[in-house]
C-alpha cells in the first residue's frame, strides 16, 4: 500500500491556515520515502487556499521521485480544453508523475466559486462526467470533437495519468467506475473497504472497465503504534493509496509521523 500527505498549502480551519514552504515541503516528503504529494484545489474554498497547478508544478520542479497529485481537481469549474492543458504539462515537467484526482467540491465551501465564474453548480456532476468523456483524448494529444462541434488537437500530448476519482455518494462511485482508475473517498474505515469494493466492481461491470481500486483520505491516531496498527489494517483490507494531511502548521513533524507509519 502506497502512503501520501498533502502539502501545506490549504486547511479546514479559517483561524488555523496551515501554509507552508511548497519546495521545502515537497523536498522533505521525499526524502522521507513517501509515494506521494497531493495538492488540494478550489477557486474561493471555505479556508485559505493557494491554486493547485502552480502548487504541483512548484513540487515537480524541486522533487525527482516522488508522486504528486490533485487531491481533488474540480473540473466543472474549468474549461476542459484548459485542464487538460495544465495537466498534460504537469505529466511533461515532472516526469509523468501526476495522480490526477477529480471531484466535484466539498458542499461545505458552498457554491460562491461557481457563481463567480458564471457556471452551474447544480449541473456539476454532469459538467464533469461530460468533462472526463474528453480528457483523456485531450491530455494525449489525440483529435477531439467538444461539444460545440469544435475540433481541437492540443500538443504536445503526454501519456494520460492515473485517474481517480472523489466521492461518497453513488454517484461519484458509479463515476469512479465508469471513468477512474481508483475511487477515493475521506475517513472511511477499514471494515468498509470490503463493501465499497465490491459496490465498485459490480458498477464496474456495467461499463466493461475493471474495477477501481480504493484510495482514502484519512486520520490517524496520534499514537505511533496505534497508527501503524491502523494503517496495517487499511492494507490487510485491500486500500491501494494512503493519504494523510498534517494535523497542524508543523508539516514536518506531521510528514515525519506518516513517514514513520509508512
Not at 509523468?96 to 484526482?101: D, E, F, Q, V, W
Request: glycine fraction near 8%.
Amino acid at each position: 500500500m502506497r502512503i501520501g500527505t498533502f502539502l501545506p498549502t490549504s486547511t479546514p480551519d479559517p483561524t488555523l491556515p496551515i501554509l507552508g514552504d511548497i519546495g521545502a515541503a515537497a523536498r522533505h516528503a521525499e526524502n522521507l520515502g513517501l509515494d506521494s504529494i497531493w495538492a488540494t484545489d478550489h477557486l474561493i474554498a471555505s479556508a485559505p487556499m493557494v491554486e493547485s497547478t502552480v502548487t504541483l508544478a512548484t513540487a515537480a520542479a524541486l522533487t525527482e521521485r516522488i508522486h504528486i497529485g490533485y487531491g481533488v481537481l474540480l473540473l466543472a469549474l474549468r474549461p476542459v480544453p484548459w485542464a487538460a492543458k495544465q495537466i498534460s504539462a504537469l505529466q511533461y515537467v515532472s516526469g509523468n508523475r501526476l495522480l490526477l484526482g477529480i471531484g466535484t467540491g466539498n458542499p461545505a465551501h458552498g457554491d460562491i466559486a461557481w457563481r463567480a465564474t458564471g457556471l452551474s453548480y447544480a449541473d456539476r456532476g454532469r459538467d464533469t462526467d461530460e468533462a472526463l468523456r474528453l480528457l483523456p483524448d485531450l491530455i494525449a494529444g489525440n483529435s477531439t470533437t467538444l461539444p460545440d462541434g469544435t475540433g481541437i488537437t492540443l500538443s504536445p500530448g503526454t501519456p494520460v495519468p492515473p485517474i481517480l476519482v472523489a466521492g461518497d455518494v453513488r454517484r461519484a462511485k458509479r463515476r469512479a467506475a465508469e471513468f477512474a482508475d481508483s475511487w477515493i473517498a475521506m475517513g472511511l474505515g477499514p471494515e468498509d473497504v470490503a463493501a465499497v469494493a465490491r459496490e465498485l466492481a459490480e458498477l464496474a461491470t456495467e461499463f466493461g472497465r475493471p474495477a477501481p481500486t480504493v484510495s482514502l483520505v484519512v486520520s490517524l491516531p496520534e499514537d505511533l503504534a496505534a497508527a501503524r496498527e491502523r494503517r496495517a489494517a487499511y492494507a490487510e483490507a485491500g486500500v491501494d493509496h494512503l493519504i494523510v494531511a498534517p494535523r497542524d502548521a508543523d508539516w514536518r513533524s506531521g510528514y515525519e509521523f506518516v513517514a514513520a507509519v509508512h
